[in-house]
């Protein structure tokens, strides 16, 4: 499978590692050739130091090829702005994004686009723990 991820902070360099790990061919974008240092040295897939708002680093990245999208920089904004160009432009079959503030969800509900945020998560395993 061909997963492109956005966004190397904690987040999205555990998951390349992970996926690469799993023998998926990943691809990392991120706009800090530093945040590159997150990964191990066991990562087997490419790193590509840009903007993945810009067209021409995602062509670069073969965003046209790729079967899952996820993204996790640490701006909703430029989340939302990915996952509409991934989504209705290069019409990638799964699109994923990482929603800092749940209160954004709305943005995602026309997209096909499949949100994680991780405050819901938190807040429904608390509460699952607290009320059952």
Request: charged fraction near 25%; proline fraction near 2%; hydrophobic fraction near 40%.
């Amino acid at each position: 499978m061909y997963v492109l991820v956005m966004g190397c902070g904690r987040s999205g360099s555990y998951l390349a590692n992970q996926l690469s790990k799993s023998g998926e061919d990943v691809v990392v974008i991120d706009k800090s050739s530093t945040s590159f240092k997150r990964l191990s040295a066991e990562f087997t897939g490419f790193t590509i130091n840009g903007d993945a708002t810009e067209i021409e680093i995602l062509k670069s990245a073969k965003i046209d090829k790729a079967d899952v999208v996820v993204i996790t920089t640490n701006d909703d904004n430029v989340n939302a702005m990915i996952a509409q160009i991934a989504s209705e432009l290069y019409k990638v079959p799964k699109v994923m994004v990482r929603l800092l503030d749940p209160e954004k969800e709305v943005i995602y509900k026309d997209l096909n686009v499949i949100t994680m945020s991780p405050t819901n998560l938190l807040v429904d395993k608390f509460k699952k723990e607290i009320i059952g």
